[in-house]
T-cell receptor, first 113, second 113 residues
Framework: GQNIDQPTEMTATEGAIVQINCTYQ??????LFWYQQHAGEAPTFLSY????GLEEKGRFSSFLSRSKGYSYLLLKELQMKDSASYLC??????????????FGRGTSLIVHP | DTGVSQDPRHKITKRGQNVTFRCDPI?????LYWYRQTLGQGPEFLTY????????KSRLLSDRFSAERPKGSFSTLEIQRTEQGDSAMYLC???????????FGPGTRLTVT
């Protein structure tokens, strides 16, 4: 099975940088995703890491260390609209032999002025 | 590209009734996923189709739940003999072949009274 752990809530100031951590334990790891979900809306894709290292995409970056079972999402130049839940999801081998994503509980980020 | 659509957006039903939800994925996507999400939790995987084949089904999914994707396009999720614990947001997502970047629909919010 999978165990995905991320902080429940974080707060940060507009314009600052915040790092959201995710640790996981899987049996057949095949990639890690980050999604953003605003309250009352569906999740939207942010990033995908399958190899170790940093992936940068504008203000958002995601890092993966497979040996440590660890990832983080880095958000720079925070804006009020970044207030949302950030979901870490691990792609793991399902019982039917297909890779399926398992989501963590999400980290609720609150950005204040 | 109209995105992933789900119908209905809201459903209120009495305990013991059957309900059916529909998902129309993005037309080029051959993979389709169903999730359930409750407040403060991440999406919980229910089942996965590749074209019309149902390749994965969560062990947590009881016999009251069934899903179909008869022609490899739209999908339906049926819950029989609903219980209050079934109250949740039911999300559908689809993805291109060879990738797990998922595009989520707006969800169907089910309330069982």
């Amino acid at each position: 099975g999978q165990n995905i752990d991320q902080p429940t809530e974080m707060t940060a100031t507009e314009g600052a940088i915040v790092q959201i951590n995710c640790t996981y334990q899987t049996s057949g790891f095949n990639g890690l995703f980050w999604y953003q979900q605003h309250a009352g809306e569906a999740p939207t894709f942010l990033s995908y890491n399958v190899l170790d290292g940093l992936e940068e995409k504008g203000r958002f970056s995601s890092f993966l260390s497979r040996s440590k079972g660890y990832s983080y999402l880095l958000l720079k130049e925070l804006q009020m609209k970044d207030s949302a839940s950030y979901l870490c999801a691990v792609r793991d081998l399902g019982s039917g032999g297909s890779y399926i994503p398992t989501f963590g509980r999400g980290t609720s980020l609150i950005v204040h002025p | 590209d109209t995105g992933v659509s789900q119908d209905p957006r809201h459903k209120i039903t009495k305990r013991g009734q059957n309900v059916t939800f529909r998902c129309d994925p993005i037309s080029e996507h051959n993979r389709l996923y169903w999730y359930r999400q409750t407040l403060g939790q991440g999406p919980e995987f229910l089942t996965y189709f590749q074209n019309e084949a149902q390749l994965e089904k969560s062990r947590l999914l009881s016999d009251r739940f069934s899903a179909e994707r008869p022609k490899g396009s739209f999908s339906t999720l049926e819950i029989q003999r609903t219980e209050q614990g079934d109250s949740a947001m039911y999300l559908c997502a689809s993805s291109y072949p060879g990738t797990d970047e998922q595009y989520f629909g707006p969800g169907t919010r089910l309330t069982v009274t």
